[in-house]
C-alpha cells in the first residue's frame, strides 16, 4: 500500500504571494492532519479535515486554510506568505476505524521557503 | 491545554548503550501516547504506540511506557547503534473531537561509533 505523498516537495516564495499544498492519504483513509514544523515552534497542528469538513483547528490566522476532496486528498493554503512561514509542512492521514482516535501516519513532507 | 515536555533536549552517547528518553504531559485525559523518530529534513516515522488503557508497549529494542497519573512516559532505547540518531519526538493525542497530536520539543539523540 503506498503511503501517504505530499506535492511539492520544496517550494520557495516570496513574501505577499500565496502557496498551495497537496496531500494524497493512504488509500482508504478518510482524514486528513496537517502539521506546521520551524525550529522555533516545534511540530504544532493546525487542522484536520474528515469526509470534507473540518473537525478540528489549530491557533493559527485565518490566512492558513485547508480543504479535503471527495477523494479524501486535501490542500492547504497559505495566503499573503510571511517570513516566519518558511516551515515543514506534514500531512497526516488516519484510518476510518471505530473508535475516539485513530493512529496517525505521516507523509515526507513540503519544505516552504519564503524569502 | 495540553503541552508536552521532552527531557534531554539533546543527547550523545557510545554506541552500545541503554538509554532513556523522557515525556511529560500536563494534561491526563489523552487517548494515548506516540513516540516518532524523525530524520534530518525527513517526515515522521511511527515507532509506538501506547493506548491510554495501557502501561507499556515493546518493539524489538525499543520500549515506551506510560504512567498517565502522573503525565510521564518514557522510551527505553536497548544497545544503541549508531542507525539510531535521530531525532526522537514523544506526542499526545487529547481527548478532543477528531485527530490530533500535540507534540514535544523533542530529543536529538547522536550514538557514537
Known amino acids: 500500500k503506498a503511503g501517504v505523498t505530499q506535492t511539492p516537495r520544496y517550494l520557495i516564495k516570496t513574501r505577499g504571494q500565496q502557496v498551495t499544498l497537496s496531500c494524497s492519504p493512504i488509500?482508504?483513509?478518510?482524514?486528513v492532519s496537517w502539521y506546521q514544523q520551524t525550529p522555533g515552534q516545534g511540530l504544532q497542528f493546525l487542522f484536520e479535515?474528515?469526509?470534507?469538513?473540518?473537525?478540528n483547528k489549530g491557533n493559527f490566522p485565518g490566512r492558513f486554510s485547508g480543504r479535503q476532496f471527495s477523494n479524501s486528498r486535501s490542500e492547504m493554503n497559505v495566503s499573503t506568505l510571511e517570513l516566519g512561514d518558511s516551515a515543514l509542512y506534514l500531512c497526516?492521514?488516519?484510518?476510518?476505524?471505530?473508535?475516539?482516535?485513530?493512529?496517525?501516519?505521516f507523509g515526507p513532507g513540503t519544505r516552504l521557503t519564503v524569502l | 491545554k495540553q503541552e508536552v515536555t521532552q527531557i534531554p533536549a539533546a543527547l550523545s552517547v557510545p554506541e552500545g548503550e541503554n538509554l532513556v528518553l523522557n515525556c511529560s504531559f500536563t494534561?491526563?485525559?489523552?487517548?494515548?501516547l506516540q513516540w516518532f523518530r524523525q530524520d534530518p529534513g525527513k517526515g515522521l516515522t511511527s515507532l509506538l504506540l501506547?493506548?491510554?488503557?495501557?502501561r507499556e508497549q515493546t518493539s524489538g529494542r525499543l520500549n515506551a511506557s506510560l504512567d498517565k497519573s502522573s503525565g510521564r512516559s518514557t522510551l527505553y532505547i536497548a544497545a544503541s547503534q549508531p542507525g539510531d540518531s535521530a531525532t526522537y519526538l514523544c506526542?499526545?493525542?487529547?481527548?478532543?473531537?477528531?485527530?490530533?497530536?500535540?507534540f514535544g520539543a523533542g530529543t536529538i539523540l547522536r550514538v557514537k561509533s
Open positions: 497526516a492521514s488516519s484510518p476510518p476505524l471505530a473508535g475516539a482516535y485513530n493512529e496517525q501516519f
Open positions: 488509500s482508504g483513509h478518510r482524514s
Open positions: 479535515y474528515f469526509s470534507e469538513t473540518q473537525r
Open positions: 494534561d491526563s485525559a489523552i487517548y494515548n
Open positions: 501506547i493506548q491510554s488503557s495501557q
Open positions: 506526542a499526545a493525542a487529547p481527548m478532543e473531537y477528531g485527530n490530533k497530536l500535540v
